[in-house]
């Protein structure tokens, strides 16, 4: 992925004479080039056999920070200056042709062969890619990289040359900083070189102790975060401005030797200790860092440099930035054209496809372009015109497809409210897809709603009702603000929070008084529940001792109505218990402070899960509605819910109200039923679909009160 040039190797053919001492080309890094490459590449495409290898990224920023400082440097020794122009032309020069090219053949692609759902994501990781913003767009999306059920964008791996071009941007300004201040304390003899370490080794500890704050505190935004990762580019640099002359003793020699190995020991090490669920980067990302800044500063003169020089090991750290262009976007895009996921054929042929695509972006486009008499004697200003305008060119893609985008939607959304507010015959849950005698109205048969572009936003969830990175128990009231014949309150993750428009509805056809709360992934119960960091884990747990707390103050309520994701379960199990007792257990003693205060606990079972690419998979289909994305009924409610075996254990106190029937047969779970998308994504329940089971859902918490009241409950 690094693009920098400086001491690469040379056009021609890689094969080197053991007699060419003279060589300036630093082969260990263009072995530690190829090896980052391939470990990314590996990663992404059997992520279960080297759990490590995204950190090929954090490789590539030692590698820019050191070659970019060193260059620049040797340009402030030797003339006293840095020509940001000059500097800022040559990046561009090297670094837009092929990432460019690779954008705009993968926009190309998405409009081809991606669903229309995915385009408004897409488009705007297409923008922000092309001008090197992609790393903070997928922060504020709250994308979590690893997490490998996350929908994955073939843009998504541009956050990295984002933050390598946000860095380039910085450096030189740092270092005309250094430059600055060394001519104002040109009397006390400073030198420039010192003041950039001085500078450099701040950013080292700054940016460092933030990754570790942020990680803790916020790790998706951490792993995308220029803040948290300017320390392993200053690193590199700190090592450049460090002179190292060839080693004249054999001491010295052996010193010099053994740290460059321990520095490549330490980098296969990391591709196996550290996995998707290490906290990242944070402290983790010391190990593969401070490895690559030692093979960078040490490994000149180390038996690294022979294994730099093996032919298919140089080449392939030269093509290494073409590569990681190519990869990721095949990766995402292959599985949507062959409509099912990638098999071991399928992963090698990428394999083999990146590094051929790759060779001939690298050797017939990117070298022929940067070489070239012409690309060379253009001036910093055409440099830069050229690049806006090929800079809108292919933002234009995105536009077009973002246009494209609302079109539909808006014309989609017209379709859906006409149906939503008809009297439509067998719309949605009133299919009755497990009766014996199911509701089919022909009318619907091609009918999708809402349309797979809009699914992701067809959600009912409401600030007011949900409590996110806070442990403030938030509640919002639905139906009737008085005059109320029961009282109820619905508390859960945000499988919970799908059902607010329903709950609404729900409470004004019946003139109830429903509240609800929710809070990112987190329900009722005392069992300690999965979190990326650990504030959240503690945001939960005081959430839900507020849960309780607010239950006990309220013995008033006519009942507590409880659901949860059945993905959410506890971090690790209680010594001596299954998971799943662990799950009940944990249920149990919380919904105990319902009992405590006489309040009747419904508890909701979860809605089946769906196939990663629902939405994707009915975004592709054309004409009547087929089968081809649903799941099956073992599939979609295969993980553990607990709420049955819980119900169990509270009898007269807990009711289990299960509603699978409106979404499964005896064999499947329909992607679409009674001409309504199910699912907005993985888990779940798109708004639409989740409105249509409210005369049943009530219906269901009706009989279920009308039963504790019969039982002297409630």
Known sequence: MSASTVESPPRGSLRSSPRRTADPTRWDIQGLRAFAVLAVVLYHLWPDRLPGGFVGVDVFFVISGFLITGHLLRELTTTGRIGLAGFWSRRAKRLLPGAFLTIAATGTAVLVWVPSALWGQYGRELIASTVYVQNWQLAADSVDYLAQGNQASPFQHFWSLSVEEQFYIALPLLLLLALWVARRARRDGVSPAVVAQVLLGAVVVLSLAWSIVQTHTASGVAYFSTATRAWEFALGGLAATIPLAAPRTGPARSVRVVGAWVGAAGLVASLVLITGSTPFPGIAAALPVVSATLVVLLGAHSGLQRIGRITPVGFLGRISYAVYLWHWPAVVILPIVLRHELTTKDKVAILVGAVLVGSVTTLCIEEPLRFSGWVRALRPRRVALYGALSTVLVVA?????????????????????????????????????????????????????????????????????????????????????????????????????????????????????????????????????????????DDCTAWKQNAMAYLRAHGDLDGVIVTHST????????????????????????????????????????????????????????????????????????LFDGSEQAAARMPGTARVIDLTQYYCTDTTCP????????????????????????????????????????????
Not at 698 to 706: H, Q
Request: aromatic share 6%; with cysteine; proline share 4%.
């Open 567 to 638: 993905g959410n379960g506890p971090v690790a199990s209680v010594p001596g218990q299954s998971d799943s007792e662990t799950v009940v257990d944990g249920m149990v003693a919380a919904w105990q402070a319902a009992a405590d205060a006489g309040i009747p606990v419904l508890a909701l079972r979860d809605n089946p899960t769906a196939r990663t690419d629902v939405v994707a998979c009915v975004g592709q289909m054309s004409g009547p509605t087929t089968s081809a994305c649903d799941s099956s009924r073992s599939f979609g409610l295969g």
């Open 671 to 714: 992607a679409v039923i009674g001409g309504v998308l199910v699912h907005r994504d993985r888990t779940h329940l798109t708004n639409t679909f989740a409105t249509t089971l409210a005369p049943y859902l009530g219906d269901e918490i009706a009989r279920a009160l009308a039963a504790f009241r019969k039982d002297g409950r409630g």
């Open 397 to 537: 893609l995105g536009a077009a497809s973002l246009t494209a985008l609302h079109v539909q939607q808006v014309q989609a959304a017209e379709f859906q409210q006409r149906l939503s507010t008809g009297d439509v015959r067998c719309f949605g849950a009133a299919a009755l897809i497990s009766s014996s005698d199911p509701c089919v109205n022909p009318a619907l048969a091609d009918v999708r709603v809402p349309a797979a572009a809009n699914a992701l936003d067809d959600d009912s969830n409401r600030g007011a009702c949900w409590s996110n990175d806070s442990s403030a128990f938030n509640v919002c009231e639905l139906g009737p603000k008085s005059g109320y014949t029961e009282h109820l309150i619905a508390i859960g993750d945000s499988h919970n929070n799908v059902f607010v428009d329903t709950y609404e509805a729900i409470a004004k056809a019946n003139n109830w008084r429903i509240d609800v709360a929710g809070h990112q992934s987190c329900y009722l119960t005392t069992a300690v529940q999965k979190a990326n960091t650990e504030k959240q884990v």
